[in-house]
């Protein structure tokens, strides 16, 4: 059986917002599965929404100029 994150504690994990999460989530671009009525992303999945956030221009400009964390 496979280790499963809410999207919050996903979100925690890369280091992004929680909206942002729940809209990547909600738009198909991260994968998840209901679980318990909660939205729930497959743990060994990190590495590929650590990608993500690296790929995204928004989030790399808001971190360089310390906007983000």
């Known amino acids: 059986m496979s280790n499963y994150l809410t999207v919050p ?3 925690g994990k890369v280091k992004i917002a929680t909206v942002t999460a729940y809209k990547w989530v909600q738009s198909g671009k991260v994968k ?9 992303i497959r743990a060994d999945h990190i ?19 310390g906007g983000a964390e």
């Open 9 to 11: 504690e996903m979100a």
């Open 47 to 65: 590495t590929d929404i650590a990608k993500l956030v690296s790929e995204n221009t928004r989030i790399t400009a808001l971190r360089s100029k």
């Open 32 to 40: 998840s599965e209901t679980i318990l009525g909660k939205k729930a």
